[in-house]
């Protein structure tokens, strides 16, 4: 022990000692010593281990402690060794790999900068195909700049997470020659099945990522840097810079895209964003018109029009908001009318928190718990400079005028060529409403029954009844599709026939009033409103 610092347990079974750590505790009571699986340990060799580890550090580099002891050790002793070394040295960033080799953070650092030129190349030179990627990220659930994991966790990475963090090595000198090639050959060895897989691994491509090099690829460039250094030391640290280089080269792949394509796209971009202000101002204005039409119902109608609005028109303008906010986090959808609400909800959760608050609230709106007003406040929020710095313009009345005739002009429209009686009956009454009010109506086809309340005196008796008997007629056909076995045939025939012959009398009620005048009844009389809007 003197002359080594060390005792071995079976050196001293061989000499007849049966319990070697009772017989060393007794004979070295004065004695620091560590006792490891395979012998025990004085302090000398615990000092001269912290000396290499401390010098190794101070120079960035890395240095594996199998190489400064003894054969006798193991592996294990020499893992022991190192976590008393490193125990109170708190400040010292480190990492521990393949049990005994010790790196100073910086180093790993270093191994990181070799590709940083690398990565520009790269992206420079894929540039075509970085702007395919990002194309196709547009679609849902696709997140730019998502690294996929790689490579195994076996019992050394426990290990290593709690050895502690970073560092690095010049590679040793002395010792131990012969015991060292073994232990690489036995290291090479546990590896060797994991090689095939991991030496392929590269970016998943069904996930839109832009890839940059595989583990394998990685491992090729270090080797050629670190030529004195294991080839399981090399491979634990491609695996490590894996995910990071991987996430570096999207955030530079990104920024060459936006340069190559900034020039080009800014009119591109100014045009959109025109497009957009426009379409979002006449979605906007045409919600408060329709909600004019809602004074002239009872509350429990205007309730179940208020919905629908929310529903249809509300619920597109929130679409497009999403849609839009979420194309800087390549979240956005091709068609922002294909979402549906659960769609969208996903598409917020997965949005910065500075965004995802507000549009939660203007999502949740669309309950209707507080009706329109509480929409219409959170939806300016989601429309000021903080956000998508639209500016909501109030129409003027000379565009409000054009509006009603547009609208109108298209209801019309859809009216001449439609045959449904039920969709046909919709229309007239919605035109007929739109005539005598001068305010644009979404109403759902459910409410038919109550709009035609609201017609009731305004209109004249004989169209009034009209519309009533074409309506009972509709009521008729519409219970004879969802009771067939009970059905007269004839009867059902009769009703079809009633319907098609009526047909065009019901829609020159509407020509009558191309030029409809405001009405001296009731319903003319009440004052709406502002709000809504909405689409057949």
């Not at 007929?432 to 009010?437: A, S």
Request: glycine share 6%.
């Amino acid at each position: 022990y003197k002359q080594n610092g060390f005792l071995e347990y079976d050196q001293l079974l061989r000499i007849g000692i049966t319990e070697p750590q009772v017989y060393i505790k007794k004979m070295f009571k004065s004695e620091e010593l560590m006792y490891l699986s395979s012998c025990v340990a004085g302090q000398l060799i615990i000092d001269q281990i912290e000396a290499h580890i401390d010098e190794a550090m101070s120079q960035d580099s890395w240095i594996d402690v199998m190489l400064y002891l003894p054969t006798v050790f193991s592996e294990e002793d020499g893992a022991q060794i190192i976590q008393t070394c490193l125990k109170g040295k708190h400040g010292l960033k480190v990492k521990v790999y393949c049990n005994s080799i010790i790196t100073s953070e910086k180093f790993i650092q270093t191994c990181a900068s070799l590709f940083d030129r690398l990565m520009q190349e790269k992206a420079d030179k894929d540039s075509k195909k970085i702007a395919l990627i990002l194309s196709d990220s547009q679609k849902l659930g696709n997140d730019f700049g998502s690294a996929q994991g790689v490579g195994r966790k076996d019992k050394k990475d426990e290990r290593r997470k709690k050895a502690g963090t970073a560092a690095t090595c010049k590679g040793g000198m002395g010792g131990r020659e012969a015991k060292t090639k073994k232990t690489k050959d036995k290291r090479k060895g546990r590896r060797g099945e994991d090689d095939d897989d991991d030496g392929e691994v590269s970016v998943n491509k069904g996930n839109n990522e832009i890839p940059f090099l595989s583990v394998s690829e990685i491992e090729a460039v270090l080797q050629h840097n670190l030529n004195d250094a294991e080839q399981s030391f090399i491979r634990e640290i491609a695996e490590e810079l894996f995910r990071p280089l991987t996430r570096t080269y999207q955030q530079i792949a990104r920024s060459v895209y936006m340069q190559s394509s900034g020039n080009v796209s800014v009119t591109a971009r100014k045009k959109a964003f025109t497009d957009l202000q426009e379409r979002v101002n006449g979605m906007w204005n045409n919600c408060h018109m329709f909600e004019r039409s809602l004074e002239y119902f009872t509350d429990d109608t205007q309730s179940q029009l208020c919905r629908h609005l929310l529903k249809t028109v509300c619920s597109e303008m929130v679409n497009i908001t999403v849609n839009v906010l979420a194309s800087d986090q390549k979240l956005s959808v091709e068609d922002p009318s294909s979402l549906t609400s659960e769609m969208r909800a996903a598409i917020i959760n997965e949005l910065p928190d500075q965004v995802r608050g507000p549009l939660t609230k203007l999502h949740m709106s669309l309950n209707g718990a507080k009706g329109l007003s509480e929409f219409y406040s959170c939806f300016e929020t989601i429309t000021s400079p903080s956000f998508l710095d639209i500016i909501l313009k109030k129409v003027d009345k000379k565009k409000e005028r054009q509006l009603l005739f547009n609208h109108r002009q298209a209801l019309s429209e859809q009216l001449t060529n439609e045959t449904d009686p039920a969709t046909s009956l919709h229309l007239v009454a919605v035109l007929l409403f739109q005539h005598q009010t001068h305010n644009m109506l979404l109403a759902p086809g459910r409410c038919v029954p109550q709009l035609l309340g609201a017609l009731m005196k305004v209109l004249p008796s004989t169209d009034y009844h009209k519309l009533l008997d074409y309506q009972s007629l509709v009521v008729k056909q519409l219970t004879n599709c969802h009771i067939e076995n009970n059905v007269d045939l004839t009867e059902d025939d009769d009703i079809t026939k009633q319907l098609i012959d009526l047909l065009p009398g019901l829609k020159s009620m509407v020509d009558r009033k191309k030029h409809p005048q405001p009405s001296t009844s009731t319903l003319s009389e009440k004052q709406p409103s502002t709000s809504t809007l909405s689409e057949k």
